[in-house]
């Protein structure tokens, strides 16, 4: 499970996040959607323990993201932080990723279920 609690990031007088806080459980698909500027990808790195956040907390699997860095990493981080597989397109890195892990066909058609 991911715990982000009151994550708050500042890049100088930008606020990049502002006490974003959720919970991804396991099992379930989670996405972090937003216009660019939004924050995804400076949350992303706080997960991955590649950034340390201005307050708050994260935790992976009961590990903090921050004084337990290398727990984090064994196991919990991505492949790369630019996908699994980098010399592709993003819906086909999708695509690609949801296949190794055996998402059902009709469930990662780009049109949805085809039954």
């Known amino acids: 499970?991911?715990?982000?609690?009151?994550?708050?990031?500042?890049?100088?007088?930008?606020?990049?996040?502002d006490a974003l806080s959720f919970a991804a459980r396991d099992g379930s698909v989670t996405a972090l959607l937003g216009r660019n500027g939004a924050g995804k990808s400076?949350?992303?790195r706080i997960l991955y323990t590649v950034m340390r956040t201005d307050?708050?907390?994260?935790?992976?699997?009961?590990?903090?993201?921050?004084?337990?860095?290398?727990?984090?990493?064994n196991g919990s981080v991505p492949w790369s932080t630019r996908g699994a597989?980098?010399?592709v397109s993003r819906?086909?890195?999708?695509?690609?990723?949801?296949?190794?892990?055996?998402?059902?066909?009709?469930?990662?058609?780009?049109r949805g279920p085809t039954s």
């Open 42 to 44: 400076t949350t992303l």
């Open 55 to 73: 307050s708050g907390n994260a935790r992976i699997d009961d590990f903090d993201t921050v004084s337990q860095t290398r727990r984090t990493r």
């Open 91 to 110: 819906p086909a890195n999708m695509w690609n990723t949801m296949a190794a892990f055996t998402v059902p066909q009709a469930a990662n058609s780009p």
């Open 85 to 87: 597989f980098i010399r």
């Open 1 to 17: 499970m991911i715990e982000a609690s009151s994550l708050s990031k500042s890049f100088r007088e930008v606020r990049a996040l």
